[in-house]
């Protein structure tokens, strides 16, 4: 797609949102029976997949901690996320959003319970529409808390960004390829910031609104993440799991067989 | 649930009490928060169940292992946590020989055991030498998750003692999450739908008269449906061991009501 003429048109951006909304969320805890944690997350067109494993034995063995845990994510973006086929396996860039987005969730994560343990964090990319990192760590941090890890708190994220001169929140596709800045940041709902990066020009009052922006959007993210989370154990009064985890099998030792 | 129960989201304030702050919490600047996503109850002390989360061995817990590998003095045993846990040959409840470690216990055996020890390293001891615990070779396994294990053995263990009296089971819940039942196959069968019921639903109120109405339901429901007992009949055969013989179950059955499991945990109904 070329360059679009105008990115705002009388205040509205070419999907229709006003300057300082966010995209649809829709957001799905406990999607998978294999892992402890997981959650299923929309963010506008983005489609991602958290999971999270643990803690548990690390393997391979030198990478554990004596006195903490070790946190590991794994961003992925899966091959027909994007409109041309992407090569899969880690490049550059899902290094790069691996360890960012990973040390966006460390801050928060009470690590030193878990000596000597793994927490592993996947995040599967199954649809890109500009802000994946964000929606990853969205994802991720609800699945954390659907794995009973212990936690300071919930981590939101979204991006702001310039196009046309004005700040937007939480750009799509069109506004992050030709937009003039693009700045995700994750945050902690008292306002602690754990990501910050920054793509483009701001000056330091922009930078300064931008955050601003960026704060209102994390906070209205957080109170998504929570009802969501809340919701998973109020849609499930007695309702048997037709295929029950793998792991919940029950096993015969001997004992009295036929009757 | 009563009232002061609430779900809440790791971060969530919880009060200004930072005495009173317990497990499931943190405190910062006079504040307390919960650290997890649980239930909080605010009665007394503050604190949160996590509705999830691995099996974390302390001292003093009763859990079942099962024997992943027998090395030179140690067996190591799998306890459905982060650590494994290290049964050692001088924590057996007799002198063996290191070269018969695995005549007594081999891998896939499992056993009732205690957590003697656990180090900040997280090296976590395990030991066989008391009356109550013992390698366990009948009956059946199932695992729930860890922070249900509370709900299900209820207030002075009530719900426990629900379950074995309408089931005729003897249950033993390992503080991992591991439950041991043993009994006829069809007072399993109901103790296991019983106990995955509790553990769907622990979290919603009335957990206690709903297991009554579910135990006077399962009483009155027409007779089985015979293709579902051929199938469990097959499944059963297939898994059990070939020397356990029809007399020694005789014999099992009828010491057991006051039996073991009973006497060890010392909740004789």
């Known amino acids: ?259 | 649930m009563e009232m002061d129960k609430k779900l809440v989201t790791p971060g969530e304030f919880l009060s200004d009490e930072v005495a009173l702050a317990d497990e499931g919490t943190y405190v910062e600047d006079g504040k307390v928060f919960s650290s997890v996503f649980g239930i909080a109850s605010l009665k007394n002390h503050i604190r949160v169940v996590p509705l999830s989360g691995k099996y974390i061995p302390r001292p003093g817990d009763m859990i079942i292992g099962i024997v992943t590998e027998v090395s030179f003095s140690n067996w190591i045993v799998d306890i459905r946590s982060p650590y494994e846990g290290l049964l050692h040959i001088s924590e057996f409840p007799r002198r063996i020989e290191n070269t018969d470690m695995s005549k007594y216990l081999t891998v896939g055996d499992s056993i009732m055991t205690l957590v003697r020890d656990v180090d900040p390293k997280m090296k976590v001891e395990l030991t066989l030498n008391d009356q109550r615990l013992r390698q366990i070779k009948e009956g059946r396994i199932i695992d729930v998750t860890p922070s249900k294990v509370p709900r299900l053995i209820g207030r002075n263990g009530s719900m426990i003692a629900m379950l074995k009296n309408e089931t005729n089971c003897n249950i033993f819940v390992g503080q991992n999450g591991r439950i041991w039942l043993t009994g006829k196959d069809k007072g399993m069968d109901m103790a296991v739908k019983a106990i995955f019921k509790i553990e769907r639903e622990s979290h919603i109120p009335g957990l206690t008269d709903r297991m009554i109405k579910f135990f006077k339901d399962e009483k009155h429901k027409p007779i089985k449906e015979p293709e579902k007992e051929i199938v469990e009949t097959e499944e059963v055969k297939i898994e059990e061991p070939a020397e356990v013989e029809k007399p020694a179950e005789d014999v099992f059955e009828e010491e057991k009501p006051g039996g073991i499991l009973d006497e060890l945990l010392g909740d004789n109904k």
């Open chain 1, 1 to 259: 797609m070329s360059k679009p003429e105008k990115l705002i048109e009388n205040g509205i951006r070419l999907d229709g949102r006003k300057p300082d909304e966010l995209r649809p969320i829709k957001i799905k805890v406990g999607v998978l029976n294999r892992a402890d944690g997981s959650c299923y997350f929309e963010f506008g067109g983005n489609k991602v997949i958290a999971a999270v494993y643990g803690p548990r034995e690390v393997h391979p063995r030198h990478q554990q901690k004596s006195t903490s845990a070790v946190v590991r994510y794994r961003y992925n973006m899966a091959s027909f996320s994007v409109e041309e086929r992407k090569r899969p396996g880690p490049d550059r860039r899902s290094i790069e959003v691996s360890k960012v987005s990973r040390e966006a969730l460390e801050p928060v994560i009470f690590q030193e319970y878990f000596p000597r343990s793994a927490i592993d964090i996947f995040v599967e990319v199954l649809q890109a529409d500009a802000g994946t990192r964000t929606a990853g760590i969205n994802a991720a941090s609800i699945a954390l808390a659907d794995a009973g890890i212990p936690m300071k708190s919930l981590v939101s994220a979204c991006a702001v960004g310039k196009v046309d001169d004005t700040l937007v929140l939480d750009l799509n596709k069109d506004e992050d390829n030709y937009g003039q800045a693009d700045m995700p940041i994750a945050m902690t709902p008292d306002g602690k910031i754990t990501l910050l990066q920054m793509d483009g020009h701001l000056t330091r009052d922009e930078f300064k609104e931008g955050l601003e922006m960026a704060k209102i959007g994390c906070l209205a993210i957080h109170e998504m993440q929570k009802t969501a989370l809340i919701e998973k154990y109020s849609s499930q009064f007695d309702e048997p799991n037709d295929n029950p985890p793998f792991s919940t099998g029950s096993s015969q030792i001997g004992g009295d067989a036929v009757e």
